[in-house]
């Protein structure tokens, strides 16, 4: 799937795709470059699920929670080094939890990841428009 928006508005309509598209994935892997709208589309997401907290970036918490009908995990693992950084989190932990993981820079964590998961690029063009390509 891929789509190309023009702001960051059309985000919960694709939030809604994704929720629907893909009912029983419970991991979804953030992927672009810094501002290119990942946390965005997670508060989009929590939207969409009926959360109601504000949904902010983790990238010093590492992780936030949000409560929900089904809870959301949303890490941000921009600043973990190493494999064993993400077992002092607890990572492993949270994949024992019936909620949604979001991670955005999830290349660190691919090792741990033994759940089905798609992954969701997001692509900044010049024009400010973005193209979201959605690999399941």
Not at 66 to 78: A, E, N, R, T, W
Not at 101 to 111: C, F, H, T, V, Y
Request: hydrophobic residues 40%; aromatic residues 12%; charged residues 25%.
């Amino acid at each position: 799937m891929q789509y190309t928006i023009q702001n960051t508005d059309e985000l919960p309509a694709i939030a809604r795709d994704v929720i629907n598209t893909f009912p029983g994935i419970r991991v979804i892997l953030l992927e672009g470059d810094l501002g290119s709208g990942k946390t965005t589309f997670t508060k989009a997401f929590c939207e969409q699920l009926g959360i109601t907290e504000v949904v902010s970036s983790p990238t010093f918490a590492i992780v936030q929670e949000y409560q929900g009908p089904i809870p959301v995990y949303h890490f941000d693992l921009y600043r973990i080094k190493n494999e064993d950084e993400l077992f002092q989190i607890g990572f492993e932990e949270y994949f024992r939890n019936e909620g949604y993981k979001l991670i955005e820079w999830p290349q660190i964590a691919m090792p741990l990841i033994d759940e089905e998961y798609i992954t969701i690029r997001f692509d900044l063009q010049e024009n400010g428009s973005r193209i979201i390509s959605i690999i399941g």
